[in-house]
């Protein structure tokens, strides 16, 4: 037997990120060209491993999007067989979310299996609900929606189910849902293999989602990633995108070759300029010329059409060797607004004081204080002790913002780029915790 398809995941549609028009376009573009790469590719079905949309409550234009797209597969003849993921949970005192709407209109497959008493019913897909689905002679596809923290009682029990279920004439068989792997990302939790494992030996292609980070595991589990960039985080993820799998029975050893492809998607700039060793604002303000200068001759700037203006985030961390006040951060937004021309900056300044600590009779500035009393306030609490300072900044950083104003995206955007900064040993590193 012999099948081929596509596997994505974490497509986000709806999110107007930086509350940018161009954004929310972003994520549709990126939507469509992945499914005319299907279609180009002749897929025999395509995969939707959850996170189709950004939120759980839509607007017409997103749900739009989402309709267009998938109604180009259905021209094609191809189907899309879909779990839900976290972020599209329907609310709970909503009978059907937009998966579901999705389902009704023949659009999705949506799988899914209903549990009674923690064990699982697996059913075939009929009148629009079910767990498994058989779109070719000897192919096989579970689904199961996300589960958050029963995700590893409820993989256990669906693998237990799999023994009581007749399998005759099934040649390969594929399990989707929305969760992830521990380990793959610094502090973002997941299963171990080991919670995994009972699935072993009863599924050929395990489809996930939800991590925005691609990765495979053993020729056996994969994850795409993000289409688009949710957060600048991301960015370091170059490969993100989709899986195209040719299936063949027939092969000796693993029954599939599964091929991850980089999604076309807006760049995003990442600069980190260190200042322990810069002595004067001027030579900061030269030193983030020569890097951005750099950057932006790497990235072909000048070859960049209107629709590839990037996002662009600058950050400065170590000490600052001089007054904090005379750092002027509107400089460094001209610097890169004349470099990059992008189609949003963003400066973040995570520097700390070369200020000596105040001994008896010294004065004190009020912002001196500020930090100084955050900082002992989180200390005194265990799950902050060993970062106390790093979450002193945090807090004083996301008043900062909010106090200029800035939009929500904004603060949840530099609230979730510290928090993956701030490491186990207590420092501040570039990781990211990024998830669907």
């Known amino acids: 037997m012999r099948a081929k398809f596509l596997h994505m995941a974490d497509c986000h549609l709806g999110f107007r990120q930086y509350n940018l028009r161009e954004r929310f376009n972003d994520f549709g573009r990126v939507f469509f060209a992945v499914i005319e790469k299907a279609i180009a590719e002749r897929v025999d079905f395509v995969l939707l491993a959850g996170d189709l949309f950004h939120k759980r409550s839509i607007d017409a234009l997103t749900l739009n999007q989402a309709v267009a797209g998938l109604e180009r597969l259905q021209r094609a003849g191809i189907p899309c067989l879909a779990v839900e993921g976290n972020h599209e949970h329907a609310y709970v005192d909503e009978v059907y979310g937009w998966m579901k709407f999705l389902a009704l209109r023949h659009l999705i497959v949506l799988l899914d299996a209903e549990f009674e008493e923690g064990k699982p019913h697996l059913t075939p897909y009929e009148q629009r609900a079910g767990s498994y689905i058989d779109p070719l002679p000897g192919l096989r596809v579970h689904g199961l929606r996300y589960f958050g923290s029963g995700t590893a ?20 068989t594929v399990f989707m849902t929305h969760a992830g792997i521990e380990g793959e990302v610094a502090d973002m939790s997941g299963l171990s293999m080991a919670e995994w494992s009972p699935l072993r030996g009863k599924t050929d292609y395990v489809a996930l989602g939800h991590i925005h980070k691609p990765f495979s595991r053993e020729e056996w589990l994969y994850n795409p990633g993000s289409l688009e960039t949710c957060s600048a985080a991301e960015a370091v993820w170059s490969e993100r995108g989709y899986y195209l799998v040719e299936v063949d029975t027939a ?5 599939h070759v599964a091929t991850l492809h980089p999604a076309k998607r807006r760049p995003f700039v990442r600069l980190s300029l260190k200042t322990d060793l810069i002595e004067t604002p001027d030579a900061l303000y030269d030193q983030a010329r020569q890097l951005m200068t750099r950057r932006a001759r790497d990235l072909g700037v000048a070859r960049l059409g209107p629709d590839e203006r990037p996002v662009v985030d600058l950050q400065l961390f170590g000490v600052l060797q001089f007054e904090r006040a005379v750092l002027e951060l509107g400089k460094l937004e001209e610097m890169v607004q004349e470099i990059f021309d992008p189609l949003h900056p963003m400066i973040r300044n995570h520097t700390t004081s070369n200020e000596l600590p105040i001994g008896a009779g010294e004065s004190i500035s009020r912002s001196q204080l500020e930090r100084e009393v955050l900082a002992d306030f989180f200390h005194r609490d265990g799950r902050f002790s060993g970062h106390s300072r790093a979450w002193a900044r945090t807090a004083l950083s996301l008043k900062a913002l909010a106090l200029d104003g800035a939009a929500p995206e904004a603060v949840l955007d530099d609230l979730e780029t510290r928090m993956a900064q701030i490491t186990p040993d207590g420092t501040e590193g570039d990781n990211a915790n990024p998830v669907g």
């Open 251 to 255: 092969r000796d050893g693993h029954k």
């Open 153 to 172: 009682r409820a993989i256990t029990a669906y693998a237990a189910a799999l023994d009581d279920l007749p399998a005759d004439g099934v040649e390969y």
